[in-house]
């Protein structure tokens, strides 16, 4: 390689590990107001704290903010694998999950990105363009956010969230750095035509931990080597991927079924749900018109031709807008007929999965199978694009690389401003310090308000009011009675009946029934925070309760036996 194409194969690496970081750098971090949080990071991101930080049995996991009940319905891998980093370096939770696996992710990501891209095309500049789609790969809803209001958002106006985004998602994040090895090693294996016994285990390892790192890629990560088993059997009988297929699916079953013994209870059969909700939410595409003609004619029970085209519209609105310009990588190319066939068959498995189930719970889970398929589709459009004669390739790759680059104008920004949307103020963090020295018990928090946000004027907002959280878990190293309804309900556990009971307890009704249930519950700790605490006023000697900590507006009380 020549010094100029090092120069530039450098600086695109750096350009893209930056923005494939942007989204967590600076989440997590100490600043004058407290410990600041970045778009989703002030509840994604808390939850994994919660997580990682209480993890003693990796085989046995147990939910820190639903007073240790055991997990149920979550793929846990990424969690362990930051506990795993804790115990090892003595960095804190949140810089691993903040800065230090975003940055070896983002570097692995982006060398394996251009390894492949230079494997299926034999140049360079395929190297270079999966490398710059897998890091900017964009669907079109910029174009309508352009011309409804000329901005450049929309990356999820038609659902599926895309690759710029994708540290948002740490586990999702994680599994793609687990695919792309897994794409890479088949693809040396192709080239060598054989298997060799490293190259086997690791791609054990890889299968068995898929589903448990992120349960969404299990169906990508198999298919692919089933492909390549079925390749092998048919051209050269060679029966050994096979067998190494078998052992990988008997041991990733058992290993997810130990988290996951009631998951497949939470898919839902519900077609078209995303497809519908895309046209008739304002916070998506939004087009009343189309979804006005679809209730008038399921109102009706005109189930025919007209019908059906309307629901064939949407469902290809839905797949282009979402897809963008990987549509074009649909199209089979005479070199690479049979692997264009492999990733299209794929990637409709992801389409069809969210296009007929949702999650029951939290209906938009499922949108997370097409993540796989839009990764697919780089893949795709890059052999596409390096399939062209050269006028037309160069056309294409600058256009595709501009029209994916613009949306980052509007999207990036938000992650770099001076203040965040939420906040642990500092005030909470020294409480938060102190009740974790405190010995070990559950924490009773204040079932979250949706309106106490309105209550500041300005952000960052404290994360007590931001959103249903687990940060009180996450930051005081014990677990609460109860916190995040949000991802409880996606684990598909039922906790109305305790919050109900929380929520009662802090009316103050009864003080016989409150005393009865901190004692049934065995609360050892109850914690107040900002106007909770002139609104929830507690009769310490009545409840038999002790202030332990009071300072600024925080309140701490241990319950006595």
């Known amino acids: 390689m020549a010094k100029s194409q090092k120069i530039i194969t450098i600086v695109l690496f750096i350009i893209c590990v930056i923005i494939q970081i942007i989204p967590l750098i600076k989440s997590g971090l100490t600043y004058s107001y407290g410990i600041g949080y970045w778009g989703a990071m002030g509840h994604d991101g ?18 820190p903010m639903y007073h240790s009940t055991p997990l149920q319905g979550y793929h846990p891998f990424y969690n362990i694998l930051v506990n795993t980093l804790h115990r090892l370096t003595f960095l804190p939770i949140s810089l691993i999950i903040f800065q230090v696996i975003p940055i070896l992710t983002a570097i692995t990501f982006c060398i394996l990105s251009y390894k492949i891209g230079v494997l299926l095309t034999k140049e360079k500049l395929g190297g270079y363009t999966l490398l ?76 068995v931990l898929l589903p448990i790192t992120k349960v969404y890629s299990a169906p990508l990560g198999f298919g692919l080597f089933f492909f390549y088993a079925f390749y092998n059997i048919y051209l050269f009988k060679n029966f050994r991927p096979l067998v190494i297929l078998i052992v990988s699916l008997i041991f990733s079953a058992a290993l997810f079924f130990n988290y996951n ?76 007929r049979y692997l264009n066939w492999v990733l299209n068959i794929l990637i409709l498995l992801t389409i069809l999965i969210p296009t007929f189930f949702i999650q029951k719970g939290t209906s938009w889970n499922t ?84 309106f106490q946000k309105y209550n500041f004027d300005t952000t960052p907002i404290p994360l007590y009011a931001y959103e249903t959280t687990s940060y009180v878990s996450a930051y005081s190293k014990h677990p609460t009675f109860l916190e ?66 009071h300072q600024g507006d925080t309140l701490i009380y241990r319950v006595l036996r």
């Open 46 to 63: 808390v939850w994994h704290q919660s997580l990682s930080s209480q993890i003693t049995n990796p085989l046995n996991l147990t939910l």
């Open 132 to 207: 710059i789609l897998n890091t900017t790969a964009n669907s079109f809803g910029w174009i309508v956010s352009v011309l409804r209001n000329g901005t450049l958002s929309g990356e999820s106006m038609f659902w599926a969230m895309q690759a710029p985004s994708n540290q948002i998602n740490p586990p999702y994040q994680l599994s793609l750095v687990l695919i792309l090895a897994l794409i890479y090693i088949l693809l040396r294996a192709l080239k060598l035509k054989r298997l060799t016994l490293p190259s086997s285990l690791t791609i054990v390892l890889i299968l």
């Open 261 to 336: 013994r009631t998951s497949l209870s939470l898919l839902e059969f519900h077609p078209f749900w995303f497809i519908n909700s895309m046209i008739e939410s304002p916070d998506r595409l939004y087009i009343p018109r189309l979804a006005n003609m679809r209730y008038t004619l399921e109102s009706s029970g005109n189930i025919g031709p007209r019908f059906l085209a309307l629901q064939s519209l949407t469902f290809i609105i839905f797949i282009i807008g979402n897809f963008g310009w990987r549509v074009l990588g649909f199209i089979p190319q005479k070199k690479t």
């Open 367 to 450: 949108i997370q199978f097409m993540y796989y398929g839009l990764f697919l589709g780089n893949i795709g459009l890059t052999i596409f694009i390096l399939s062209q004669k050269k006028p037309i390739r160069h056309t294409l790759l600058i256009g595709i690389i501009i029209s994916s680059a613009l949306p980052l104008i509007g999207s990036l920004p938000q992650y770099l401003g001076s203040l965040p949307p939420s906040a642990l103020p500092a005030n909470e963090v020294n409480a938060l310090t102190f009740l974790s020295s405190q010995p070990k018990g559950i924490v009773l928090t204040v079932p979250f308000d949706s």
């Open 484 to 549: 995040d309804e949000m991802n409880l309900g996606n684990s598909g556990i039922v906790y109305k009946p305790l919050l109900d009971a929380s929520t009662k307890f802090f009316e103050q009704k009864n003080v016989f029934q409150d005393r009865g249930f901190l004692v049934n519950n065995q609360i050892d700790y109850i914690y107040l925070t900002g106007l909770q605490v002139a609104k929830f006023p507690l009769n310490s000697q009545e409840l038999s309760i002790k202030e332990i900590y």
